[in-house]
């Protein structure tokens, strides 16, 4: 199991899924590095967190986020995709505007 902590933007609205009869919170967070020449690449994380649902009404599309959870890596069609089991989210940073 890796452990990992992730900072970055939401890429979208997090939505409220149901599997099993379990609801979770699903959403996608882009996480940004700059090579030494400056040229920056996103890495996107897709999350699931087993947490309350009201949290889903902050996380909104561009809102900055830290997330701590198991991460793993899978490869689809010749790209690394990476998905996260959170079991922390923290809202980074003031409110959206």
Request: charged content about 30%; overall charge positive.
């Amino acid at each position: 199991m890796i452990i990992a902590t992730v900072t970055g933007n939401l890429g979208d609205d997090a939505k409220v899924r149901e599997h099993e009869g379990r609801k979770f919170l699903s959403f996608s967070v882009a996480s940004n590095t700059r090579d030494k020449e400056g040229s920056t690449h996103t890495d996107w994380v897709r999350c699931t967190y087993n947490g309350p649902e009201k949290l889903a009404e902050h996380l909104q599309k561009g809102r900055m986020v830290s997330v701590v959870g198991e991460i793993r890596t899978s490869i689809y069609n010749n790209a690394v995709q990476y998905d996260m089991r959170c079991m922390n989210v923290e809202l980074v940073g003031g409110k959206k505007e």
